[in-house]
């Protein structure tokens, strides 16, 4: 069974500072997704990733894929609290069922 | 474009009765999915289907049916509700290396 662990669990901080989201797995994936998701609603898609060590920008947000394809991180510069909500990787396998991580809930105080 | 519409968005049902979850999209997509979110454990695959008149069982189908008519239309069913059930429902729909959620139906078994 294919597993991605999301780390940290909570995160807290303060406006302009910055976070960096770890997914990882012992698993190769053919491409990893970032969704956001708020309360209420369903995840929305940030980003995805393809090719061992890709970085993509979306405005502050860096996301890069390991070099392995079995990791990867989500950095937010200067976090603001429109940022807040629960972050969410996923692996698609060569079945192209996706295997989502734990989520990140992400708090971002005025 | 409404995208993945899900319907109800609520519902209680006691212990034993049966009820469908209805998920509908327009971007002529061939890929759906069912998917249940619990606190801490991110979104589990129930079942998903790659076109119309073929499904296939993901991570955590016991309880759940499906069935693909058409392409645009692909409810979920849960043949006698137990109160393991109460969850987040999401239903997506995927194109080339994208998926969309709908707003989701929060299930509450008693």
């Known amino acids: 069974t294919q597993l991605l662990e999301q780390s940290p669990q909570f995160l807290s901080i303060q406006e302009g500072e910055n976070l960096t989201v770890y997914c990882n797995s012992s698993s190769v994936f053919s491409s990893l997704q970032w969704y956001r998701q708020e309360p209420g609603e369903g995840p929305v898609l940030l980003v995805t990733?393809?090719?061992?060590?890709e970085v993509k920008k979306l405005k502050r947000l860096t996301f890069q894929f390991g070099d392995a394809r079995k990791d990867s991180s989500l950095h937010i510069t200067a976090a603001q609290p429109g940022d807040t909500g629960l972050y969410l990787c996923?692996?698609?396998?060569?079945?192209?069922?996706?295997?989502f991580g734990t989520g990140t809930r992400l708090q971002v105080f005025p | 474009n409404a995208g993945v519409t899900q319907t109800p968005k609520f519902q209680v049902l006691k212990t034993g009765q049966s009820m469908t979850l209805q998920c509908a999209q327009d971007?002529?997509?061939?890929?759906m999915s069912w998917y249940r979110q619990d606190p801490g454990m991110g979104l589990r695959l129930i079942h998903y289907?790659?076109?119309?008149?073929?499904?296939d069982q993901g991570e955590v189908p016991n309880g759940y049916n499906v069935s693909r008519s058409t392409t645009e239309d692909f409810p979920l069913r849960l043949l006698s509700a137990a109160p393991s059930q109460t969850s987040v429902y999401f239903c997506a729909s995927s194109g080339y290396n994208e998926q969309y959620f709908g707003p989701g139906t929060r299930l509450t078994v008693t």
């Open positions: 289907s790659v076109g119309a008149g073929i499904t």
């Open positions: 971007m002529n997509h061939e890929y």
């Open positions: 996923a692996g698609a396998s060569n079945t192209d069922k996706l295997i």
């Open positions: 990733v393809v090719t061992g060590g």
